[in-house]
Each structure stands twice: as C-alpha cells, then as structure tokens.
C-alpha cells in the first residue's frame, strides 16, 4: 500500500538541473542517422551483388569493383558510428562532424560510380545536409550544404568534359545546389524551434517535480491529518499526523473498519446522507479526540474519499487564543475608560484630605479610598503596558554587560535603603538570543517582586541574581533568588495566572507580564524552591545560532 513517507527530505527539495540530458533529443536524432546509414549500405550492397547494379547503371571492371569498395565503407562506416553514440563517451557534435565528412566524401564517390545526378544518388547528399542542420553548428551546416553543391558541380563538369548531357547535369546540379541551402535554412530553424520547445517542457518538468515536492513536504507537516480511502474502505495513503491520529499502526493500516470502527461508522454515514457528524471521537488510545471531515476525491461513483482529522484540542485552543485577544482588547479599553473616574475619585479624596475640620475616623476612610485607588490605577497600569507591548526584537546579548547595566539603572531608579541586590556572574561569556528591553523589564519585576515579599520580618531583603551559562550551545539561565517566606506548595501552581495574589494590595499581574514578556522571546520562566527558605524565579534563555553551530 503506498503512503506518505514518514519524514520528507529538505536536502535536495528544489531540483536545479533538468532530469532529462540536454543532449537527448540531438543523440536520438544521430542514432536515428546512422541507422539510415547502415541501411543505404546495406540497399547498394543488394544492387551490387545482385547484378541489379550492372544491369540498370552498367557498372563493370574498375567501376564496379570502387563501388563494392565505397558501399563496404560506408556501411562500416555506419555501424562504427551508431556503436559509439551508443556509448555516449563521445560528443555528439564530433560524433555527427565524422559522419557527415563520411557521407561527403563516399556519397560523392557513389555518384560518380553510378553514372551522376541522372541516377537519382544526389538525393542522399540532400539526407546528410538536412541530417546536418540539425545536429551542427550553423556554419558547420552551411560548410556541408558547400561542400555538397561543390561535389555535384564537379561531376556535372567532368559529364560536360566527357558527354554531351554536362549541360542538362549542370542545371539540375544548380537547382539542387540551392535546395540544399534552402533545407539547411529550414531544417536549422526547426531545429532551433525542438531545441527550445525541449528546454521549456525540461524547465515545466523541473517546476512541477519542486512543485510536487513542495506539496509533500507541506502536506506531511501539516498538523490536520490526512487519509485517502478508496469505495472498498481501505486506506491508501495517509500523512504524519494522521498516522498518528490512527494511533501509530505498524506496516499497511489496512481497511477503516479493522483500524478505527467510530471512523468507519462516521465515513458511512457521510457517504450514506452527504452530513457530517461534527461530534469529536478518539480513534485510539493515548492521542487526542478528531473531528473527521470528508471530501470526494472526482465525480465519479468510485471515486476516493479525502478525510481530514482535525485535532480537538488544536480547534480548542485557537478558539481560546482567539477569545483570549478579544478579551485582552476588551480589558485594555476597560482599564482606559476606568482612568478617567478613577483619577477624579482620587483628587475628590485628595481635596477632602485637605479639609481642617475633618475628623480622624474620616481621614482613615480617605486613606482607604487613596490606597485603593493607588492599587486601581496599578492594574490599570499594567493592563494598557500589556495591551501596547511591542513585537520583541532578539538580538545576541552578552549577559554580563547586561546585567551589570540593568542593575545600575535600577539601584538609581529604586532606594534600596538597608535592602541588598547582588549580582554573581558565574560565567562571564553567557550570551542569549533575546529582546534587552524585554529582558530588562521581566526582570525589573522579579526584582521588584523579590525586594517587597521576599524578606524575613522586620529584616532587610537580602537578593541574588545569578547568570550562569555551563557551556557554549547550553541554554543561559538568569536566577533571582530572595531569602524570604518563600511560596507555599499549594499556591505555587498559580503563580503565573492574571490577577492571582496573596497581598491585599497587590495587582497579581507582575509575575503574568513577566511571563508574556519572555514567552514572546521564546524564554520560560519557572518557581524553584530554595533550601532553607526562599523561593528562586529561574529564567530559561535561548542560545544564539552561532553557539549551536559551534
């Protein structure tokens, strides 16, 4: 049964030479010479020893014996020939240059030895300068048309010298003459036309062969499964994926029925009422729910069947990364429209601060509605940050220079008072593919993070961020470790989550970003508990190409 191979090959995808030899058609069309040749070598040879030569041409003594000589030649001639086109060591061009040099000379002789233009011999001259226009050169074939008019006004002058019909043979040589430049001519441009005509369909050739290629490849890596079942319900081919789907069978996978009856049972129902069933089955064990498709492969009543197997779980998630933009969209224009009001909430709470008459159980509750908006506008910060984040732009970073920079920009832009940030550069090389301004910014978080939670009570934050590479083409880790409580088992999954928090004024967006930020540079970030207490944020980086190919 054929199918789909397993794993397409890149190497070699786009064929860049001709499949067919550029000399095929010209190596056809000498072959094709010498076998006429070996039979006008044979046909005067049958003249001659018949005694049909001496009977109608009155060959006799020296005559007939030059043309035994001439044919035997000739015909050998032939036969060396067509023996080495057919080993195709040699050059076509020589090749065909030999055997019109052969035709030349001994077809001249034969017409002299059969009485001259008169006998009709001059038509194989006209042969050789056609055949020659179309295997030569230009010049080369105008050189033979020379040459052979040349051998026909010879022995028309040797008739005008030795009979009195040179005359008559001069006028028929003339026009003969001209009919061989007239077939170089035509017979040239038509060989010009094939020449072309050929390298058109080797090109199309070539094109439909990348094309074909370019279609497997694409079909074999698409993430739908494919299965073509012909009117008996056997699978003829299938590709990756649904090889997979059907559950990975070994060899032939044989009829619908015997490799996945839900399948079987839908494929019928489809051919017996033309309506998909779009309810999700599983074909086998261990792979995801499909939702099969159909498609007729021709019009005709035993035409094949096309199934698509689209994967659930992939219809599942574009449908939530889908709902997920429109949200983020939605939850982007909420967060604007709620700046405004949120802003004059404050400055009314702010003015009744100013009041001198206040009481003290009203300053608090303004102190509230202050601290409240403060967390308010925090989320509505970090919303509209996400909403404009821009398209990261990797480029190869060297981590020590990095990080030594983003350290100092964020001593200056944050007091640490008593609280302590250290850098320990295990490996001064490490280097990563990533946006800087991306990085910068997850890791900003992760400290800022790590300075507000991660300390002992009533004690200074104590934080560490280590850059380690172990090795050039190892991926680059960045770690920000605190000395805290640390990050109880059972909140640990949730980290990463909007809005998740522990803290009555915080946001639960912090560690979210930080995770959109580096996910958008192919980067992960994951919680690692620390011994003795602490919780360590460890960031996963990608290596740059060059380190791979080193």
Known sequence: MPVFPLKARLSGLFASEPTVEPDALRRYELRLLNLYRILVGLVFGTLLLSGLAARYFGLSGPLFATGQVAVLLYTLAGAVLF????????????????????????G??????????????????????????LLLPGRLALLTAALATIALFSESAYSLLTQSTGGRNLAQAALLGVAFFATVAIFYWLARLTRQSQELVEKQGVDLANLAQINELIIQRM???????????????FNESG?????????????????APDLYDRWR????????????????????????????LGNAEDAATL????????????????????????????????????????????LLGESEDMPETDRRLIEIILSHCGRVNGIVENVLQLSRRERSRPECVQL???????????????????????????????????????????????????????????????VLIRVRQPSPGKSATIEIIDRGPGIPPALQRQLFEPFFTTRADGTGLGLYIC?????????????????????CFRIQLVVPQRDLVA
């Open 83 to 106: 023996l080495a086109s057919e080993l195709r060591r040699y050059d076509v061009t020589r090749l065909a240059l030999i055997g019109v040099a052969c035709d030349l000379v001994i």
């Open 108 to 133: 001249s002789l034969l017409l002299f030895v059969f009485g001259g233009l008169e006998s009709g011999v001059g038509v194989l001259l006209l042969i050789t300068v056609a055949m020659s226009a």
């Open 223 to 237: 993430r739908t499964g494919i299965l073509v079942i012909d009117t008996e319900g056997t699978i003829r081919r």
């Open 243 to 259: 090889w997979y789907l059907l559950g990975t069978p070994s060899g032939e996978a044989g009829t619908v029925r015997q490799v």
């Open 269 to 296: 129902y489809w051919i017996t009422t033309g309506k998909h069933n779009n309810v999700p089955i599983q074909i086998a064990q261990g792979v995801p729910a499909v939702v099969p498709r159909f498609t007729s």
């Open 307 to 350: 199934c698509f197997l689209e994967d659930e779980s992939m219809v599942y998630r574009r449908a939530e990364e889908l709902t997920l933009s429109s949200l983020g969209r939605l939850s982007a224009s909420i967060a604007h429209e709620v700046r405004n009001p949120l802003a004059a909430i404050s400055h009314a709470a702010q």
């Open 400 to 462: 020590g220079p990095w990080a030594h920079g983003m350290l100092a920009d964020f001593r200056q832009s944050h007091p640490l008072g008593n609280d302590q940030v250290r850098l320990l550069l295990e490996d001064a090389d490490a280097r990563a593919l990533v946006d800087p301004s991306q990085l910068t910014q997850a890791v900003w978080n992760l400290l800022r993070n790590a300075l507000r939670y991660g300390r002992q009570p009533d004690r200074p934050a104590e």
């Open 515 to 535: 995770k959109q930020l580096l996910g958008a540079n192919q980067a992960t970030i994951d919680h690692v508990p620390v011994p003795g207490g602490g919780s």
